[in-house]
Every structure is written in C-alpha cells, then in structure tokens.
C-alpha cells in the first residue's frame, strides 16, 4: 500500500434541524394551542485512532466528509431525529490542523477514543417553545444552526521508540530487518527505503520497542534534498535515536564527514532533534576482518566526531553487537517509560 503522510479534507458537520409551526386541530377542539416541536441537533465530526490503518493514502481519493443534518421539528410536539454523526478513523499519530488558522485540533493517538473535531447544529425552537400567558397562539419558531464546517490538514507522525539516522547505504533497513519482524527493502543501491518502516524489537515475552527506519539522508535534506526532509518529522515523537554509520563505505567516503552532514541537517531542520539521546552504532565491522585495522578505525570516527555518549558497534547482516544494542535500548526506554508514568 502506498504510503502517504499528509492530506487535505474538507468535513462538515450537520445543521440543526428547524422548529416546526404546528398548532393543535382535532375535532371539537378548533383553536387548539400550538404543538409545533423542535428540530433534532446536527451530527457532529469525530477522528478516531485505528491500530488497523498506517497511512493517509484514502484521504488523497475522498477530500469531503459530512455529518447528518438533523430532521426539522413535527406537529403533535415531535421532536426531529438527531443527525447521526460521523467518526473517521486514521492512523495512530495523526495531528489534525485548521488550514485556515493553523491551530492544531487534536493528536489522534489513543485507539478507541473518539476526538470532537466539528460540533453539529443545535436544534430550532418549535413554537411551543414560545407560549406564554401574553401569547397563547405563537407563530414564532427558530432555525437550526449550521454545523462546524472546517477544512483540515492531517499530519501522520509514526509512533516509535527508537529512529534510525543515516546516509542511504548505511545498513538501516538491514538492521532492522535483523532485530525485528520488519520487512524492509534491502539492496545496495540509495535510497532503497522510500517511506518510514516500522519494526517491534521484542526482547521478551511482554517487553518490546518500536523501531522506525526513515528514507537516509543527504546533504541539504532539510532544504528539501533527497527524500529524508519529508520524514524527518517522524523522528518527533522517539525516544532515542540511532546514528548508524557505515564504517567501511565501498566508494571509500569519509564517514566521519558523513556523520556531521547528518547532525547539521538535524540542526537545520529541528534543532530541538538533537537534544534527545543519541547513540553512535557503527555499522558493517564484518567488512574490516582485521582487528587491528578495525579498533583504529573506530577510534578515529569517535575522536572525528568528539563522541560522548555510547557507541555500539555491529553487523547488521550477520546480527553481531545487536543483541546488546536492543537490550541496552529496551534499558532505556524503560526508564524513560518509568520517569513519564
């Protein structure tokens, strides 16, 4: 299925159905007093999160959503039926903006709890409503109000606990692969992972994280290069995020220069980004079989890069260094987990 990350709709809500002028007329009561009744409320506009959905792609085919109109007021004081409402389901960690003001309307992230996004109409006053001991005959009846009309912009943000940064060719899609029931796209050319990728690390029976690979990232991707900038927004809501290097690059770049591209484009895009914890993974170690060669290697990343926080390094392709990587992940995301409860 096609994955798509933003739309544009257009939901109303349903007006409120009108009062009724109605008086009573049954034999033998001629002047029978008003009994006109009021109009039903305007169904509403609710969102809705669904475990069942991960993307936008159904809103690119139907833009227009509307609620039911509520049924004008009847004779005999009847009541018009309320307007039913409508509850559109999305993926869980969609935003849902006003177009016009830009407000944010609601984070949809809870499965099961339906978020107001357009109220319905209330209801029309019936002439009954109006009788008075100065008016026994009213005429007077009032309209339904009309319902909430807004023009959307929905946001989806994919809900993980961990992101994976990187060049394309980095190993990203592998290692997820590795560590999860993920089925990401591999093969050696750039740019094979075209859209987020979710993958849940399980590390026991009832612990688990969920690891998303977004698109690599080049040089000038928070300007719009490359296909990252569009998913970068993804990244918001980990907990920790991944910088996988390629320490063994077969066109022989440098990754220490590698690295910096990445961090200055965080920076540019969302400085806020680089304020959660980082860690350093050191990818593909398999390709420099020599020891020796291979600590020095490293050593001279970390000293390039004046890395500070942890740095794991692994075989995403033969799965060496990844058990450690997920059981150190999973440590902390707990305690993250614990502080936040």
Not at 17 to 38: T, V
Not at 166 to 189: E, F, H, M, Q, W
Request: charged share 25%; proline share 5%; hydrophobic share 35%.
């Amino acid at each position: 299925m096609k994955f798509v990350d933003e739309a544009i709709i257009k939901v109303e809500a349903g007006h409120g159905g009108n009062g009724c002028l109605s008086f009573r007329r049954e034999k033998f009561i001629p002047k029978g007093g008003p009994d006109g009744g009021d109009g039903g409320d305007g169904g509403s506009v609710y969102f809705e999160a669904s475990t069942d959905l991960n993307t936008l792609v159904d809103f690119r085919y139907k833009r227009h959503y509307k609620a039911g109109n509520g049924q004008s007021g009847m004779g005999g004081n009847c009541t018009g039926k309320k307007g039913d409402d409508l509850t559109i389901k999305v993926p869980v960690g969609t935003l849902i903006y006003d177009v016009d003001t830009g407000e944010l309307l609601g984070d949809i992230k809870e499965p099961g709890v339906p978020v107001l996004i357009a109220q319905g109409g209330f209801h029309g006053l019936g002439n009954t409503r109006y009788k008075s001991s100065v008016n026994r005959s009213p005429r007077q009846t009032s309209p339904g109000s009309p319902g909430e009309s807004r023009h959307l912009r929905l946001e989806l943000r994919v809900l993980a606990d961990v992101g994976l940064l990187g060049l394309p060719n980095a190993g990203k899609s592998t290692l997820i692969r590795a560590v999860s029931s993920s089925k990401a796209k591999v093969a050696d050319y750039p740019f094979t992972t075209l859209h987020p990728s979710l993958g849940v690390v399980s590390i026991s029976s009832h612990k688990s994280f969920v690891m998303a690979d977004i698109p690599g990232l080049i040089e000038g991707a928070s300007t719009g290069a490359g296909l990252g900038h569009r998913f970068l927004k993804h990244l918001s809501r980990t907990c920790i995020l991944l910088h996988v290097i390629d320490i063994a690059p077969l066109d022989e770049s440098d990754p220490v220069a590698s690295a910096k591209a990445i961090i200055h484009e965080l920076a540019e895009y969302n400085p806020e980004l680089l304020q959660k914890p980082r860690w350093l993974v050191l990818n593909k170690i398999d390709m420099i079989p020599d020891e020796i060669i291979r600590n020095e290697k490293i050593k001279t990343i970390i000293d390039g890069l004046n890395w500070k926080d942890k740095v794991f390094t692994i075989s995403a392709i033969s799965g060496e260094g990844t058990q450690q990587l997920c059981y150190s992940l999973m440590q902390l995301i707990d305690e993250m987990r614990e502080s936040e409860a």
